[in-house]
C-alpha cells in the first residue's frame, strides 16, 4: 500500500486560507487517483476533492468548489489541497486518501486503500 501524511492544518478565521500538504511513499503513487476526505463531529466522511494520476482532470464537491484547488506533483510524491475563503463549516479533520477499486464511485471512501493520519482544520467565526 501507499502511505499517506497530512500535514498542514491549524486554526484560522473565516475568509483565511491554509494549503494543506500529503506525502506519499511506497509503491505506487503516480499510478493512482487520489482524493482528499474531511470528517467533521457527528457527520459522515465526505468527498472534498480528488485528482487524476497525472493532474490533469480535478473533481469537486459542491460545498468546495470555487474555494478549493487540488493539485499533486508525482515527481515529489506529493499532493496539495489549497483552501480559500474558509467558512466555520469547513472545520473538519482532513484526510488525504489513495483509490484502489476503480468500479466504486471516486466520492465513495470504500474505493480507498490507503489513508493518512488526517490533520485537523478549524476555522473560527
Known amino acids: 500500500q501507499v502511505q499517506l501524511v497530512e500535514s498542514g492544518g491549524g486554526l484560522v478565521q473565516a475568509g483565511g486560507s491554509l494549503r494543506l500538504s500529503c506525502a506519499a511513499s511506497g509503491r505506487t503513487f503516480s499510478g493512482r487517483f487520489m482524493a482528499w476526505f474531511r470528517q467533521a463531529p457527528g457527520k459522515e466522511r465526505e468527498f472534498v476533492a480528488g485528482i487524476g494520476r497525472n493532474g490533469d482532470t480535478t473533481t469537486y464537491a459542491d460545498p468546495v468548489k470555487g474555494r478549493f484547488t487540488i493539485s499533486r506533483d508525482n515527481a515529489k510524491n506529493s499532493m496539495y489541497l489549497q483552501m480559500n475563503s474558509l467558512k466555520p463549516e469547513d472545520t473538519a479533520v482532513y484526510y488525504c486518501?489513495?483509490?484502489?477499486?476503480?468500479?466504486?464511485?471516486?466520492?465513495?471512501?470504500?474505493?480507498?486503500?490507503?489513508w493518512g493520519q488526517g490533520t485537523q482544520v478549524t476555522v473560527s467565526s
Open positions: 486518501a489513495a483509490r484502489l477499486v476503480y468500479s466504486i464511485p471516486y466520492s465513495n471512501s470504500r474505493g480507498y486503500d490507503s
